[in-house]
Nanobody, 118 residues
Framework: QVQLVESGGGLVQPGGALRLSCAAS????????MAWYRQAPGKQRELVARIASGGSTNYLDSVKGRFTISRDNAKNTVYLQMNSLKPEDTAVYYC????????????WGQGTQVTVSS
């Protein structure tokens, strides 16, 4: 089992920045891909950014150049730095861990609300 705990959400004005954190309950990054998803009201959950166990990253087109996913192996924590935030980034953001070989080993955090509004 893996527990994921997100933090860092909140209310920010357009153009502002937030950093989300996702702390895993144990060291998993060597065997899991980590990702951030988001879900806005009335919309499907979508992949925002992913960092593979080997360190490669990929992003949703609409956040490229504004968001950065990273991780701190010593702290078992994944981050999502979000800059130049827009109202359309408003959503609940979820951290996800998915095993490389056993995709049924798939864990989610509880979510953290990000609201971009003036």
């Amino acid at each position: 089992q893996v527990q994921l705990v997100e933090s860092g959400g909140g209310l920010v004005q357009p153009g502002g920045a937030l950093r989300l954190s996702c702390a895993a309950s144990r060291s998993i990054f060597s065997a899991y891909n980590m990702a951030w998803y988001r879900q806005a009201p009335g919309k499907q959950r979508e992949l925002v950014a992913r960092i593979a166990s080997g360190g490669s990253t990929n992003y949703l087109d609409s956040v490229k150049g504004r968001f950065t996913i990273s991780r701190d192996n010593a702290k078992n924590t994944v981050y999502l730095q979000m800059n130049s935030l827009k109202p359309e980034d408003t959503a609940v953001y979820y951290c996800n861990a998915r095993h490389l070989i056993l995709p049924t080993n798939d864990y989610w955090g509880q979510g953290t609300q990000v609201t971009v509004s003036s």
